[in-house]
């Protein structure tokens, strides 16, 4: 801390010591002889000089520190409000000092003058008196007073110059480029003590407070002319560093730390799963030496975990409450840890102000300066958070945001504006964020990034163990709760002529109802305990809850086969209770459609759990057929170090200069067109040699259109197909075009040949479905087993 000094205070500090000098100097004159009272006199001068050049030293550092202070890295913004305020007072101050001292001037003569008449023969006792001599003292008096009087028109002719308001006598600017500033001057009247935040930023309820805070914490207001503009410091002054991958995971592990049952959880399967991160970042180091890493300054804000969301997973861990969010979590903490960032991690409202620098009271107020993490990675809770406490800055900075979001949000959903007026606003949509920031457990909408998590990979003996002691005729069911058994004892029925049948179901005291007599029950075990049973079992039978958890690519990697139901019509947020207010349209075709699509038989059989006799054909067919533990590439520790490292360094945000003339060519013995291959293709990740532009069917999305050419849907892509070239390349039949705001855009509408361009970018969709229009999708190739990634991606 420093001492910050008010001009007005010093220099009225300065008129209040001579003043009290010179009643000093009355009192020794009327109270001693005056041989005495020369004497005191010449002592109580050298006094006044010194105090005189103390404060004339104060006031030209207070004069002149404003031009200084502004500059101190870390200084609020208001640092030299209080030095310029004063202007006017600081004025009429400096000239009551000069009155003054013309003042002690006349009346130290009249008093000389006394006592020279008087008693001038007791003088000459004293010896030489010439150094006592008054006419001397008041020769002194009068140069400092003339020095006063030319600092205070010296002063006058400064605030002429620099025009310095006085305090609360600010007018509010009129400019049309800032023709918010009356209205939010006006609110600032009414409301700047709503909120501690405006006082911690300097405002005290006058306007020039009000004008400084909304010109240079908010930006409603034009700068101000008086007023040292100094920049804030910002991210890319900061040296870039090298990421190295990492082994040791001691680190990790003290950072998450064990005050609930959920971080146990979560150190419990970082340490279990330590030497395989280890190996992964071995093998994916070799492959990636020679490429330069940047190392990222990381928040993880876990939401979902704080007490001000209810953290209900926490109390259910060890009573059969969902995991699958957890392992997800405990993944992208170790891959983030393993790739080499500098990683920071938080777990309450309380340490998220703290590590964004969040200032004190109710979120009404912005961040100062740069944000000090490259990436924050949350959840819908954190997100929810973050907007609360970081007001008008949440807008500033979501860019840097990645939201883990396990069933995926569309754009539809996502812009707020469109949401709101065509019906799609849910309780979790609507933060106009870039589609591609959402981050799932599956990479079911390719609208969205495709985080993922890890399966437990097996080595050369426990696979040969698991093939030794397989027994043929057991199966494990998938639910650890009794209510997913309830209304199932046929199909358990039918199961159990051909097999054992083996439950997981937590219960406290005794067997729950619904689990019949002949299922033998473990209860809920611990993770390695159900690994040791995965292993045993032939078959894990699903009943259609829980959607899309880890548990069946788990029990894949152990040898089993999956069969699930087929939903027929799918699920989705139209007619199941369960998907009703996600932010997504997607049609779920089964329990668990990733395994259906992407791993499918013999390790995954979807069939339809109403037909009795086709669920106890594809039981018989089980028996028959030898199975080996299975993991796609995209859930091993490696495919997952992989997938998120190429996110962390090539996800960033880019603008389109524009689109060059002709830029696309058709494909040979195809309907689908190119980037030209001697134009050259503007930045872009996944680059644009990947891309293939269709035109779809009606009535289909892109991500059908582009799944039946064996192909996924790339939004990134939208952008450069957004022009007249992609739909004269495509032959599409335009007799119009226009742009407009619609997720289905860019599209073509086949009864009145009219063709649309994407008006709005956050609603480019892959999702997007219209049966009156035929979309121009954008798709791209994929590596086998890394879906989110393309064959030039890497």
């Not at 009192?27 to 000089?49: A, D, G, K, M």
């Not at 049609?587 to 699509?597: A, D, G, I, R």
């Not at 269709?694 to 259109?705: D, G, I, M, Q, R």
Request: aromatic share 12%; charged share 20%.
């Amino acid at each position: 801390m420093y001492l910050h000094l008010n001009l007005a205070d010093v220099v009225t500090v300065y008129y209040t010591f001579i003043k009290n000098w010179f009643l000093v100097i009355v009192w020794v004159f009327s109270c001693s002889t005056p041989i005495h009272s020369y004497i005191y006199l010449f002592v109580c001068c050298r006094i006044f000089v010194a105090g005189i050049g103390f404060f004339s030293l104060c006031f030209l550092m207070t004069s002149l520190g404003g031009q200084f202070s502004a500059k101190r890295l870390g200084d609020s913004p208001f640092s030299i409000r209080t030095e310029v305020l004063g202007g006017l007072e600081s004025r009429g101050v400096l000239r009551k000092i000069s009155d003054m001292l013309e003042i002690i001037m006349k009346r130290i003569d009249t008093l000389s003058k006394m006592s020279n008449s008087s008693e001038s023969h007791r003088l000459e006792e004293v010896g030489d008196l010439h150094a006592f001599s008054p006419v001397g003292l008041v020769e002194r008096i009068q140069a400092i007073a003339q020095n006063v009087s030319d600092m205070a028109i010296r002063m006058e002719q400064i605030l002429k110059k620099t025009n310095i308001p006085a305090r609360g006598q600010c007018e509010v600017p009129k400019d049309p480029r800032y023709p918010d500033c009356a209205s939010k001057v006006d609110w600032m009247r009414a409301r700047w003590t709503s909120d501690p935040c405006y006082s911690f930023y300097g405002v005290d309820g006058s306007d020039c407070s009000f004008l400084i805070y909304l010109s240079e914490v908010e930006w409603f207001c034009p700068p101000l002319a008086w007023r040292n503009q100094s920049s804030h410091p910002t991210t890319s002054s900061l040296p870039k560093r090298q990421a190295y991958f990492r082994s040791d995971l001691s680190l990790l592990l003290e950072r998450v730390g064990s005050g609930k049952e959920s971080l146990s959880f979560m150190r419990r399967r970082m340490r279990r799963l330590a030497a395989q991160w280890a190996a992964a970042a071995r093998r994916l180091d070799e492959r990636l030496r020679s490429q330069y890493r940047v190392q990222k300054r990381i928040l993880v804000h876990v939401g979902f975990l704080t007490e001000e969301s209810g953290d209900v997973f926490s109390p259910k861990v060890l009573k059969g409450g969902p995991l699958g969010e957890m392992v997800q979590w405990a993944d992208i903490l170790t891959t983030l840890h393993v790739l080499g960032h500098n990683l920071k991690i938080s777990l309450s409202v309380k340490e998220l102000q703290g590590s964004l620098g969040v200032p004190p009271g109710r979120g009404s107020c912005p961040l100062i300066g740069p944000l000090p993490f490259d990436l924050i990675y949350t959840d819908y809770h954190g997100l929810q958070q973050m907007k609360q406490h970081m007001g008008l800055s949440f807008r500033q900075h979501r860019c840097h945001i990645r939201v883990i979001d396990t069933f995926g949000t569309e754009p539809a959903y996502n812009n707020e504006e469109y949401a709101t007026l065509h019906g799609y606003r849910t309780n979790w949509g609507y933060w106009n964020l870039n589609c591609k920031q959402y981050m799932t457990m599956f990479p079911h909408t390719p609208d969205n990034s495709f985080m993922g998590f890890v399966t437990e990979e097996l080595n050369q003996t426990e696979r040969f163990n698991i093939k030794r002691d397989k027994v043929n005729n057991m199966a494990v069911v998938y639910g650890k709760e009794a209510s997913m058994w309830k209304g199932e004892e046929k199909l358990l029925t039918i199961l159990h002529r051909y097999m054992d049948i083996h439950g997981t179901v937590y219960y406290e005291a005794q067997r729950p109802p619904e689990v019949p007599a002949f299922v033998r029950n473990h209860g809920l075990l611990p993770q390695q305990e159900l690994q040791q049973l995965l292993r045993k079992a032939k078959l894990f039978l699903g009943f259609g809850f829980p959607y899309e958890g880890p548990a069946p690519l788990e029990a894949i990697a152990n040898g089993c086969v999956f069969l699930q139901p087929k939903f027929s019509p799918p699920h989705s947020s139209l007619n199941h209770e369960f998907f009703r207010g996600k932010p997504t349209s997607r049609e779920v075709s089964s329990q668990h459609p990733y395994t259906e699509q992407y791993i499918g038989k013999p390790h995954v059989i979807t069939v339809d759990f109403n037909n009795s006799q086709e669920f106890e054909t594809a039981v018989q067919d089980i028996l028959k057929e030898k199975v080996e533990p299975f993991i796609p590439y995209e859930y091993t520790c490696e495919g997952m170090l992989e997938r998120v490292n190429a996110y962390i360094q090539h996800q960033v945000r880019r603008s389109w200069p524009g689109n060059p003339p002709s830029p696309f060519l058709q494909l040979p013995n195809s309907t689908a067109l190119i980037w030209a291959p001697n134009i050259t293709a503007p930045a872009c990740w996944p680059p644009l040699s990947a891309l293939r532009l269709f035109l779809s069917p009606e009535a289909s999305s892109c991500v059908k259109t582009c799944q039946d050419a064996g192909l996924i849907c790339e939004p990134s892509y939208f952008p450069f197909i957004n022009s007249m070239e992609a739909f004269n390349g495509l032959n599409a039949q335009c007799e119009s075009l226009e742009a407009e705001k619609n997720h289905v855009f860019p599209a073509v509408h086949v009864d009145r040949r009219e063709c649309f361009q994407q008006k709005e970018p956050l609603l480019f969709s892959c999702a997007g479905v219209s049966a009156k229009h035929q979309r121009l999708c954008p798709c791209r190739d994929y590596l086998y087993g890394q879906v989110a990634l393309c064959r030039d991606c890497l």
